[in-house]
């Protein structure tokens, strides 16, 4: 469906953006679709489609700060050898 604003389908940008995301360049992406679909659209218009509908990092899935680590040691004997090991857990979450 084209609305006012759009002058390619939804469609036709899906399938560019797929091209593309495939491994195709901007401008093989132009002649594919050019080609195929006999959609004309420059390889700038290609570039905008994918800034437009890239991928956003939600803004909630944010790396907080931690203030405090609770961290535990332990050697161990490997072979003939001693090592430490040392493991850092989270408190609140409990994720090392």
Do not use: C
Not at 26 to 37: E, I, Q
Not at 38 to 67: E, G
Not at 73 to 88: C, P, R, Y
């Amino acid at each position: 469906m084209i609305s006012k604003r759009n002058r390619t389908s939804s469609e036709h940008i899906g399938y560019g953006l797929y091209l593309y995301f495939l491994g195709l360049s901007l401008r093989n992406v132009v002649k594919a679709l050019s080609y195929l679909l006999t959609v004309k659209r420059s390889h700038v218009s290609i570039w905008k489609w994918i800034q437009k509908f890239h991928y956003q990092r939600k803004s909630s899935t944010k790396k907080k700060q931690v203030s405090e680590y609770i961290v535990d040691e332990t050697m161990l004997k490997v072979g003939s050898e001693f090592i430490w090991l040392w493991i850092a857990i989270e408190p609140e979450t409990g994720k090392s």
